[in-house]
């Protein structure tokens, strides 16, 4: 059960940084953001997560402002994004940990929600487990996101390799991007638009049968 | 690959009844509306799914209207819903049928929402594909569909059995339940609100190893 808006994950992040409660709540708002907020394993969003952020002040007295909070938020983005990955990384049964970039939406809302649209399809999830270097589940359920796009100018590609240009399949060796994928840990889906420039990167597992043991065989 | 809102589905109905055009497209959109617009199997929207209704007039020169419109109406609301119920009760792998009513929303449309919500939530298909009596997943999803309730208002049944009252657990045999579900390839699932009087009921299929299988292995 993990698509947390903030709902059954608990993640504490500690610094000895100086930092007002108010800058402290904003830079965390910031790093979730594009952290926590951008994963999901099935989309099924609990009702308790939380992300803290406890600075002690012991590095300084005097609260962080300019270039260092610059440096402060720029490592708790990092390090958010590392804690958020390891979740679908270690999802239930996963055997891939999909990164899905979306670039050249209108607004990042509108990117994230194409990313999520196809982070929680089950058929792009399956696909992946399998190997199966399959363009047409992920551009059709970018297609059913609801954000209006042209569909002449979407280009697609999987672990670097073309599937799809400017709204049309290209030709490509099915084999070889298979057996990349089944090579590889992560797999990288990249989505282009020619709608803006706004852009995130997101975050989910794959859906194989692990998966579905666990949460079938898991009784309350 | 089954979600239709009139997608990868190709249906097909015919009638010897006499009907104007306008009145067989206004008597098919209204019965699709209950039917083969309120079954999911994972929620994956295709982009050629369509429903036909052809009218030869072979019974009567005369268009129907009034009472025999009404009988017409009422058989062809009927018979799109037998259809559309056997696409999730054939879904890939499916091993159980699952129908779930919300019932006291605000909306037909709330209504709807938070059903599609429930049916798509992989934590719920698999937990009845365990037989597993789990009122959390079935009310944390509908308390994310992102339809407004009062969550102290909700009762939930599944099978009959009564999990979850005035927006809290009661007490039930778990053992009874889960092998109720175990037994019966059907499964009910009622969700009460008490937020108006509008009513759906949607069908989807369990998850379980078969569709991970199914969906993994099958190459375009």
Same mark, same amino acid.
């Given at each position: 059960?993990?698509?947390? #808006?903030?709902?059954?994950?608990?993640?504490?992040?500690?610094?000895?940084?100086?930092?007002?409660?108010?800058?402290?709540?904003? $830079?965390?708002?910031?790093?979730?953001?594009?952290?926590?907020?951008?994963?999901?394993?099935?989309?099924?969003?609990?009702?308790?997560?939380?992300?803290?952020?406890?600075?002690?002040?012991?590095?300084?007295?005097?609260?962080?402002?300019?270039?260092?909070? !610059?440096?402060? #938020?720029?490592?708790?983005?990092?390090?958010?994004?590392?804690?958020?990955?390891?979740?679908?990384?270690?999802?239930?049964?996963?055997?891939?940990?999909?990164?899905?970039?979306?670039?050249?939406?209108?607004?990042?809302?509108?990117?994230?929600?194409?990313?999520?649209?196809? $982070?929680?399809?089950?058929?792009?999830?399956?696909?992946? $487990?399998?190997?199966?270097?399959?363009?047409?589940?992920?551009?059709?359920?970018?297609?059913? !996101?609801?954000?209006?796009?042209?569909?002449?100018?979407?280009?697609?590609?999987?672990?670097?390799?073309?599937?799809?240009?400017?709204? !049309?399949?290209? $030709?490509?060796?099915? #084999?070889?991007?298979?057996?990349?994928?089944?090579?590889?840990?992560?797999?990288?889906?990249?989505?282009?638009?020619?709608?803006?420039?706004?852009?995130?990167?997101?975050?989910?597992?794959?859906?194989?049968?692990?998966?579905?043991?666990?949460?079938?065989?898991?009784?309350?």
């Amino acid at each position: 059960m993990i698509g947390p #808006q903030m709902a059954t994950m608990l993640g504490v992040v500690v610094t000895d940084a100086a930092l007002t409660p108010e800058v402290a709540q904003s $830079a965390l708002k910031a790093a979730v953001e594009d952290s926590f907020n951008c994963i999901s394993v099935e989309g099924h969003m609990s009702t308790n997560d939380t992300v803290l952020l406890l600075a002690s002040g012991a590095a300084g007295k005097q609260p962080l402002e300019g270039k260092n909070l !610059a440096a402060f #938020q720029s490592a708790l983005n990092e390090l958010c994004i590392e804690l958020a990955k390891q979740i679908p990384d270690d999802g239930e049964g996963a055997s891939h940990l999909i990164t899905i970039d979306i670039r050249g939406a209108r607004t990042k809302d509108d990117a994230r929600w194409i990313a999520r649209t196809i $982070a929680d399809s089950a058929l792009v999830k399956t696909a992946i $487990a399998g190997g199966d270097p399959n363009w047409g589940r992920i551009v059709s359920a970018a297609g059913y !996101a609801g954000v209006p796009f042209d569909p002449a100018s979407v280009d697609l590609t999987v672990n670097g390799f073309p599937l799809y240009e400017k709204g !049309a399949p290209v $030709a490509f060796d099915a #084999q070889t991007v298979s057996a990349a994928i089944k090579a590889n840990r992560e797999t990288s889906v990249v989505l282009t638009l020619r709608e803006g420039t706004a852009a995130i990167r997101f975050w989910t597992s794959d859906l194989n049968v692990e998966y579905v043991r666990f949460n079938a065989d898991y009784t309350t």
